[in-house]
T-cell receptor
Framework: GAVVSQHPSRVICKSGTSVKIECRSL??????MFWYRQFPKKSLMLMAT?????????EQGVEKDKFLINHASLTLSTLTVTSAHPEDSSFYIC?????????????FGPGTRLTVL | AQSVTQLGSHVSVSEGALVLLRCNYS??????LFWYVQYPNQGLQLLLK??????LVKGINGFEAEFKKSETSFHLTKPSAHMSDAAEYFC??????????????FGQGTELSVKP
C-alpha cells in the first residue's frame, strides 16, 4: 500500500515551453502532497506543500508564478513549470501523506527528470 | 528551527563490513526522525523511523538506528554491507507539533559505496 506515482518519468522540452508533472496517490487519498526539487548529488529541497482544495504553500525563494501547483482532487496534484529555462532542469519528486497517519511519514513518488534545452 | 546534519557526504566500505552513517539533528521539541534510501534516478524509500516507542529502531534490509537524545543523534548502522546497499541515504526530521504541516527537513545526504 501507500503507492505514489509520477508522470512522466522523464521529459525533455524546449526553452520557453511549459511542462506539467502529475503526482498521484494510487491506493489512498492524500489531502497533503509535497513537491521537492533535487539537484545532482544534492539533497531534496522542499518547494511547496500542496493541500487539496486550497492554494499551495510555497517555501521561501520559490517562485509561485513559475511553479504552479494544483491539488484538485484527493489523489492528484500537478506541478506546472511555466516558461521553462535550462536552469529549471532538475529531478522533481513528489510525496504524499496519508490523512490521520501519525509521525508525519511521507510516501515518495519515483521522480520526474526534467531537461530543458 | 529544525535542521539535520549528515557527517560525511561519501562513505566507502568493503562488502561484509559495518556500515555507519551519521546523522545529528537540531529541534526545539522531540522530533520524528527518518532514514530514507535513494537509488539512482528513483524516489525515496523509507528505511526506518523513530517515533519515541523505542530508542533502537529496526528497519528494512537489516538496517537499524539508535536515537540518542543526549547526543542529538540518529546514526544508521548495518552489521554487514552488501553490494546492493550502495545508494544515497538521507536523514530527515519532522516536528511533532506546530504549524509545520508535517514538513520533512532533509540532511545533505550520504553516498554509500560498497567495494567487493
Amino acid at each position: 500500500g501507500a503507492v505514489v506515482s509520477q508522470h512522466p518519468s522523464r521529459v525533455i522540452c524546449k526553452s520557453g515551453t511549459s511542462v506539467k508533472i502529475e503526482c498521484r496517490s494510487l491506493d489512498f487519498q492524500a489531502t497533503t502532497m509535497f513537491w521537492y526539487r533535487q539537484f545532482p548529488k544534492k539533497s531534496l529541497m522542499l518547494m511547496a506543500t500542496s493541500n487539496e482544495g486550497s492554494k499551495a504553500t510555497y517555501e521561501q525563494g520559490v517562485e509561485k508564478d513559475k511553479f504552479l501547483i494544483n491539488h484538485a482532487s484527493l489523489t492528484l496534484s500537478t506541478l506546472t513549470v511555466t516558461s521553462a529555462h535550462p536552469e529549471d532542469s532538475s529531478f522533481y519528486i513528489c510525496s504524499a501523506r496519508i490523512p490521520g497517519l501519525p509521525y508525519n511519514e511521507q510516501f515518495f513518488g519515483p521522480g520526474t527528470r526534467l531537461t530543458v534545452l | 528551527a529544525q535542521s539535520v546534519t549528515q557527517l560525511g557526504s561519501h562513505v566507502s566500505v568493503s562488502e561484509g563490513a559495518l556500515v555507519l552513517l551519521r546523522c545529528n539533528y537540531s529541534s526545539s521539541v522531540p522530533p520524528y526522525l527518518f532514514w530514507y534510501v535513494q537509488y539512482p534516478n528513483q524516489g525515496l524509500q523509507l528505511l526506518l523511523k523513530y517515533t519515541s516507542a523505542a530508542t533502537l529502531v529496526k528497519g528494512i534490509n537489516g538496517f537499524e538506528a539508535e536515537f540518542k537524545k543526549s547526543e542529538t543523534s540518529f546514526h544508521l548502522t548495518k552489521p554487514s554491507a552488501h553490494m546492493s546497499d550502495a545508494a544515497e541515504y538521507f536523514c530527515a526530521v519532522s516536528e511533532r507539533r506546530g504549524n509545520q504541516g508535517g514538513k520533512l527537513i532533509f540532511g545533505q545526504g550520504t553516498e554509500l559505496s560498497v567495494k567487493p
